[in-house]
């Protein structure tokens, strides 16, 4: 059984595994599957839309997948939720990532 195969099985006992969708989504990266990855990313940020890590990983997929625009909306919603959680080093890094892709 392979990583992504492993993760659905934990999904399947527990839908609302945040650590397992997560890794799931991340396979998918390793994979240079960002359309899946951004399914996973947005099914976690659905479920818990302060889970911080996956806003970054989102926006990176979207720029591979050059969407810039919708990278930068991800990115402002990420930076909104570290305000809520008081995540200053995510902030740091979705403002980073903001600022890189420009206007």
Known sequence: ???????????EVDPSNQFARYGLAHEFV?????SKALEEFGRLLEE???YQAAYYHAGKSLE??????????IYSRGIAASHRTGDAHAR???????ARLGD
């Open 30 to 34: 390793k994979r240079g599957e960002d």
């Open 1 to 11: 059984m392979d990583r992504i195969d492993a993760l659905r099985a934990m999904l």
């Open 92 to 98: 740091s890094e979705l403002e980073e990532a903001l």
């Open 64 to 73: 591979r997948l050059q969407r810039a625009d919708k990278a930068r909306e």
């Open 48 to 50: 818990d839309p302060n």
